[in-house]
């Protein structure tokens, strides 16, 4: 038995292995994700009333089957929580119950899913694998990628659930199947259920085949009306339909393109015009048609060539970022060596803000190119990216064709967003179709689903994003060229507040008085105080409220009071912290914002050596704890009879994981032990083994960056990372004392003895 918070889906059911996404606007349900995430390791059940018409549904409405989901990842949309939720598994509840909060929990227990006979598993699936076969050849609008996926998976169980969240049936038939624990009975329900559906899809198929044996009926219109365009042609009289198809090839005749191609769509212009006026096909032949004949075959724009000029424009508009500009100023200078070089494909690495997209656009100007944005975020359906074929209905070019398209030229810079936040299921893998439209040797015979003919995409300039390097697929990573934007220094953002941002918004709001000045400390105020990020993405919103209600306010000249006036009360503002408390650390660690300083804080009481963890922390924290604990009680003689421990880690509204915070743990439960303070600016990161042993650790850039950014003085690293030093900013490297360690007794000599 084990008890977990609850979440009512009344439109929705959710299967194991199934992800959704949901969006919560009420302030119950972000409570319930809020406890999902600090208390149970981000799971939670979810269910789905007997009634679903039921506004306001009892507990006795509630079913005694659910499924035990994790909460993948959560997104704070204005007043909305977006959550994405995969389902794990059927759990059998005991009862329902209420805390003072009025969150709903249940008392839940795991259930033991049936023993299947191999064999009669094994023909079960073939026959259901062959039945919804049937179903998809039938049924024109279903996709036929999840015969892949099952093709590969011997588990009835999952291969039922994945059908079921596949097939259009009800929400009610869904929660019978979400609430049948038997794969085996599930598979012969399903068999019964899509066989109905076939004889609905043959019956409507019947239809359609009479209604189209009634056209024969219309033949003597037809002639007749084929008669009458023969007159109108010799009164000179052309109809829409004709003008046109004539359009079309003096469009065509001016096309330089391979001649299979341009045999390709006369037909398809031949058959437009005889097509009946009538007929639905016609209006589908013509937006082929005026969708490849729009396409750039042979339209390039000129590339500036002149890396002088390149590097100049991505200065005049970025600050720092050196590594991407020195990169494609030499891309230009080697192209007016070997103008058959393939361009590279880059992969630009950082956290949000620091100037991934911008730069990208930058690019593309700087390089007189067309510029066009493609978001993957979320993408998991390989057919967004390579297109629809025409049979399908609402088909469509694929992201990359309309790219291209709309960029009216055959060479522009495309911008692939977001690409470690793809997702790979039975829909199919975008990683792999990605793979294949960015890779020089493949894409010069890149084919799109619905155009049907090959386009060459090799003059492409491709530049990918990402906001964490581990997180982009494998299949990805081997072929593209990574480059790292860091987070940027407290000096860096002013320089680029004083030397961009500012005078951007003083144009945009048309502001020309000289007399308006914010000086540096005035800067280092505001960033400090009200911006909390690695980029300078808020830092560009914070100054465009403040010039706004300064033009407003009719203020021409601005200090910390009139800041805080206009803006309000610093939210990032300094905490004093008590350092008379043993058993309190600085820790580094690497987030979606950058390099972070965070407090790791740990008490004892009395108690049964019970260990408490907080602090919005993953299972490698909670398992670094262990670790520590065990290593300190075989090293050093400290008494852990007779008390629990707590430990606490701020800054909960930020996930924390990893193992890079093994070092600062161990400070501060010896620190307890010995009732000894350390200092507020000492900080510490590095993986701490069984042994005492001191790990490398991922992120050591953005952490140092984020230490000099809150005045760390001394900075505690592992003697492996001493190799990556050389990329850290000279200004951080100068303003800090960086001590390498390579065994904790290094560590427990300095401050313990």
Not at 392 to 404: S, V
Not at 467 to 475: C, G, Q, R, V
Request: aromatic share 8%; glycine share 4%; with cysteine.
């Amino acid at each position: 038995m084990f008890n977990i918070p609850v979440i009512i889906l009344k439109k929705i059911v959710l299967l194991p292995n199934q992800e959704i996404k949901l969006e919560l606007s009420n302030e119950l349900s972000a409570k319930t994700i809020k406890e999902a995430n600090l208390n149970y390791n981000g799971k939670l059940l979810i269910i789905s009333p007997i009634d679903s018409k039921e506004e306001d549904p009892s507990v006795e409405d509630l079913p005694k089957v659910g499924v035990l989901a994790k909460i993948k990842s959560k997104i704070l949309i204005n007043s909305n929580i977006q959550v994405k939720i995969k389902g794990i598994k059927r759990v059998a509840v005991n009862r329902y119950f209420n805390d003072v909060e009025n969150i709903l929990y249940t008392e839940a227990m795991s259930i033991e899913i049936p023993a299947l006979i191999k064999d009669e598993e094994k023909t079960i699936i073939k026959k259901l694998i062959e039945t919804l076969k049937k179903y998809i050849d039938l049924a024109h609008h279903a996709s036929n990628d999840i015969l892949n996926f099952l093709n590969k998976e011997s588990n009835l169980d999952i291969i039922t659930d994945t059908i079921v969240s596949y097939l259009p049936f009800d929400i009610n038939k869904k929660l019978e199947y979400m609430q049948n624990i038997n794969p085996l009975k599930r598979a012969k329900s399903l068999i019964v259920d899509i066989n109905e559906e076939i004889k609905l899809l043959e019956i409507d198929e019947e239809l359609d085949d009479k209604v189209n044996k009634s056209f024969s009926i219309d033949q003597k219109n037809f002639i007749l009306k084929e008669k009458l365009k023969v007159i109108k042609q010799e009164l000179g009289e052309n109809s829409h339909q004709e003008q046109t198809a004539k359009k079309f090839r003096d469009t065509l005749d001016k096309l330089k393109i391979d001649k299979d191609i341009k045999d390709k769509i006369k037909r398809e212009i031949d058959k437009f015009e005889i097509t009946n006026e009538s007929s639905p096909e016609l209006s589908i032949i013509e937006t082929y048609i005026e969708n490849v004949l729009s396409l750039p075959w042979n339209k390039s724009t000129k590339e500036n060539a002149n890396f002088n000029l390149v590097m100049q424009s991505l200065n005049e508009t970025h600050y720092g970022l050196e590594k991407i500009k020195e990169r494609i100023t030499e891309y230009v200078a080697i192209k007016n060596i070997n103008k058959d070089i393939k361009s590279p494909i880059i992969c630009l690495v950082g956290p949000p803000g620091v100037g991934k997209t911008s730069i990208a656009m930058s690019i593309a100007k700087a390089l007189n190119r067309k510029f066009y944005k493609i978001s993957v975020g979320g993408l998991n359906d390989s057919t967004e990216l390579i297109g629809s074929r025409r049979t399908y209905l609402a088909a469509a070019p694929g992201k990359i064709i309309q790219g291209i398209k709309r960029a009216n030229s055959n060479n522009p810079v495309i911008l692939i967003d977001e690409v470690d936040k793809m997702v790979k299921d039975y829909k199919g893998d975008p990683a792999s179709t990605l793979l294949e439209i960015l890779d020089p040797v493949q894409n010069k015979y890149f084919v799109d689903n619905y155009i049907e003919e090959p386009f060459d995409l090799s003059k492409v300039l491709f530049i990918l994003t990402a906001n964490y390097i581990n997180d982009i697929p494998i299949t990805l990573l081997d072929r593209v060229e990574i480059i790292e934007l860091n987070s940027y220094t407290l000096f860096e953002k002013k320089d680029i507040a004083k030397k961009y941002l500012l005078p951007n918004i003083f144009a945009e709001h048309i502001i020309i008085d000289e007399s308006i000045r914010f000086s540096d400390e005035l800067l280092y105020f505001i960033i400090n105080n009200y911006t909390k990020e690695a980029g300078v993405r808020e830092l560009e919103r914070i100054l465009t409220t403040l010039v706004r209600k300064m033009t407003i306010n009719n203020i021409k000249t601005i200090n910390k009071e009139k800041v805080i006036k206009l803006l309000g009360y610093p939210p990032f503002c300094e905490e004093l912290i008590d350092e008379n408390k043993w058993g309190v650390v600085n820790s580094l660690a690497y987030t979606n914002i950058g390099g972070l300083v965070t407090k790791t804080e740990v008490i004892e009481y009395k108690g049964n050596g019970n260990i408490k963890i907080t602090g919005n922390v993953g299972m490698t924290m909670k398992e670094s704890i262990e670790v520590i604990i065990s290593y300190i009680k075989s090293k050093y003689k400290y008494n852990f009879n007779n008390i629990d421990l707590h430990f606490h880690f701020l800054d909960s509204a930020i996930k924390k994981d990893g193992p890079s915070g093994g070092l600062s743990i161990a400070v501060a439960l010896i620190s307890l032990f010995e009732k000894k303070i350390i200092l507020n600016d000492v900080a510490f990161t590095g993986e701490l083994t069984l042994n005492g042993k001191i790990l490398k650790i991922g992120g050591l850039k953005e952490k140092l960056i984020g230490a000099y950014n809150k005045n760390i003085k001394v900075v505690y690293i592992p003697k492996q990372n001493c190799d990556d030093l050389k990329d850290i900013p000279k200004i951080v490297l100068e303003s800090m004392e960086i001590k390498t360690v390579e065994n904790f007794d290094e560590v427990y000599e300095i401050f313990f003895k």
